[in-house]
């Protein structure tokens, strides 16, 4: 440790060397973790959110979400494009029109906890 004034840094030391080499060993890969911070990127966003909740509640087409959250097509085609590359939501086209689901039930699972963490 290193001493600056009266307070100390840990930038050389482990303070509990044991925890740190217990968790250590437990690491996933860099790769694991941005890929995690881009599924709660995908999460940052009100409207894309909104899309979310509306979605699992039944599938719905652009025109649909659009008309429901009170957004042009092109701001929820935007939204839509964005979930899609984070693996949220899939696609499903029935004749004209194509339909959106959330992409699984993990999906399902993350928003429901999230809506029961905010209501605690």
């Known amino acids: ?20 080499q217990a968790v250590q060993a437990q690491m996933p890969e860099p790769d694991v973790f941005y890929d995690l911070s881009m599924l709660f ?26 008309f429901l ?13 964005l979930l899609r590359l984070a693996n949220l939501v899939k696609s499903e086209r029935q004749g004209k029109h194509v339909f959106y689901a959330l ?4 999906v399902q699972a993350i928003l429901a906890m999230g809506f029961e963490h905010v209501n605690e």
């Open 41 to 66: 990127k995908a999460f940052s966003d009100k409207t894309r959110v909104q899309v979310l909740w509306a979605l699992s509640k039944s599938q719905l087409c652009v025109c649909d979400l659009a």
């Open 103 to 106: 992409a699984d039930e993990h």
């Open 1 to 20: 440790m290193i001493l600056f004034g009266d307070r100390l840094s840990c930038q050389d030391n482990a303070t509990h060397a044991d925890a740190v």
């Open 69 to 81: 959250l009170g957004k042009t097509e092109s701001a929820i085609s935007h939204q839509l494009k």
